[in-house]
């Protein structure tokens, strides 16, 4: 379905985002007809380009990053890209900007910074000041909002200056991906799961995001960050809210955003009393990648003294009524044995056993969603084994993957975040309060570890981190699950 009329304009048009998501993520749009025939996309760098200069960029991104590229499509699709040159940080461009988009006055008006955060809070001064923001006007924004609760503050306040709460869009595009949405099907579309969703049947959680890549040409931001603002913050936090939340009343924005924010607030503080025992942090050491021998965390930075972490396990309690006693288990970390996103729901075992030791073990039945690669939901539960042998049990997985199941191209999250934003749909965009409310609950542990006198953890590269992140699991009797 075609979305309504728009003018897109572009920040950081010649930088990794644009080139590796944004374009691509249009291009699709646009070839699957849900652009409409005057939409434009201006982008804007600092670069000398002209229209044409910035087109055959384009043509290049694009080239490179989708597959079964159409000529005539792209054709279509360049012709829609316009240039802007515009340096943010003196200002100059920002009248150039606004004779385009002024052009027409009644369309959507979507500023997509796709800069560094420090660039948000100067850009959005520059377009207030130019007069180029109206009532059609909305901005998005990258994660990380900020570095900790002080400062995603003052950008916000500053975004909030020049424009309203409903139109700001903050992207975490873990929400934008498909099978992060499936997730909200799973829970409410389905009678099963929700009656069984809670601490009476439910052991654990766990949440994974495993990345095989290292920092690469990205050192320079990420040592700034770490995995625990880079991703757990962020990411994880929004995936554990899905997983936890209680039923919002509809799928409107402020119902969804109200329920993770109760979850965010009920998570139990990690500080310095038990920031040994509820987390583990790593950095990886040179090892082995698919692709051969690969160095160190510390070598790719050429910097020695970094204490900056690529992984994190840590261990989340939700202290309310629904959650009380069961643990969420979350990791991320990059150069890691596999790149796999995904969440586990453990049941608790049965009760009482009717079947004689000759039957075999019966393990709790769990749900795994995963995520990425290959999307797809299983539960695995137990069966009686076909034969005439006797009663024999073996646990069997009921697999659905989506490539199997819908032939279809499994979109891109950014294709389904920027059509929401034209729509001006929220609902898969993160609040102001719910950003404050991850910082409140990240700030302790980040404290807690830069007056720690522990340093990272090396773990080998190719290797599932650190092996104090299988003992913070084993140590409550349980185990991550691909060493089961
Ligand atoms: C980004 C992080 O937000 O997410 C990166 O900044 C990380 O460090 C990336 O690599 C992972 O995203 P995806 O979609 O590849 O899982």
Not at 8 to 36: E, I, M, N, T, W
Not at 370 to 397: A, F, H, N, S
Not at 438 to 462: R, V
Request: net charge negative.
């Amino acid at each position: 379905i075609e979305v309504e009329e728009f003018d897109l304009v572009v920040f950081g048009a010649s930088g990794d985002l644009a080139h590796r998501k944004l374009l691509p993520a249009l291009y699709h749009r646009d070839a699957d007809g849900q652009l409409p025939a005057n939409a434009r996309i201006i982008c804007s760098a600092r670069r000398d380009y002209t229209d044409d200069d910035y087109r055959n960029y384009a043509k290049a991104a694009l080239k490179e990053h989708v597959k079964d590229l159409d000529d005539e499509h792209l054709s279509l699709f360049l012709d829609r890209l316009r240039y802007v040159k515009i340096d943010v940080a003196s200002g100059e461009g920002f009248d150039d900007l606004k004779t385009i988009l002024d052009e027409r006055t009644d369309v959507v008006r979507a500023f997509y910074l796709a800069v560094g955060p420090d660039l948000f809070g100067t850009i959005c001064e520059n377009l207030g000041k130019a007069g180029a923001v109206n009532d059609h006007s909305r901005v998005v924004i990258e994660k990380p909002i900020g570095k900790d609760g002080a400062s995603a503050k003052a950008l916000n306040e500053t975004v909030g200056s020049v424009f309203k709460e409903e139109q700001i869009f903050r992207i975490d595009h873990y929400l934008g991906k498909e099978t992060v949405q499936n997730l909200m099907a799973l829970r409410f579309a389905n009678a099963l799961f929700e009656p069984l969703w809670n601490a009476a049947h439910i052991d654990h959680v766990q949440i994974t995001v495993a990345e095989s890549l290292g920092v690469g040409g990205r050192a320079g931001y990420y040592d700034t960050a770490g995995a625990l603002r880079d991703m757990i913050q962020n990411h994880l936090l929004q995936l554990l809210c899905l997983v936890a939340m209680e039923p919002p009343e509809s799928m409107n924005a402020d119902s969804v955003r109200d329920e993770k924010l109760k979850v965010l607030k009920a998570l139990a503080p990690i500080d310095e009393h038990n920031v040994d025992k509820m987390t583990v942090r790593g950095q990886y050491r040179a090892g082995a990648s698919a692709g051969g021998a690969v160095p160190g965390y510390l070598d790719e930075l050429g910097n020695d003294e970094s204490r900056t972490e690529t992984f994190v396990a840590l261990k989340a309690e939700i202290a309310n009524w629904r959650w009380a006693g069961v643990p969420f288990y979350l990791r991320t970390g990059k150069r890691l044995a596999q790149r796999v996103s995904e969440i586990v729901v453990q049941f608790q075992p049965i009760p009482h056993s009717i079947f004689d030791a000759e039957a075999g073990a019966i393990t709790a039945n769990r749900l795994i969603i995963r995520l990425q690669p290959d999307e797809g939901v299983q539960m695995q539960i137990m069966i009686k084994d076909p034969g005439p042998g006797g009663m024999r049990l073996r646990q069997v997985p009921l697999d659905m993957s989506f490539a199997d199941a819908f032939k279809v191209r499994n979109p891109d999250a950014y294709e389904r975040l920027i059509m929401d934003v034209i729509r001006g749909n929220q609902t898969l965009f993160m609040r102001r309060d719910e950003v404050d409310a991850a910082w409140a609950w990240i700030d302790p542990i980040q404290s807690a570890w830069a007056s720690s006198k522990n340093l990272p953890k090396g773990y080998t590269s190719g290797t599932w981190g650190p092996s104090a992140s299988i003992a913070l699991v084993e140590r409550d009797g349980r185990t991550w699950t691909e060493d089961d």
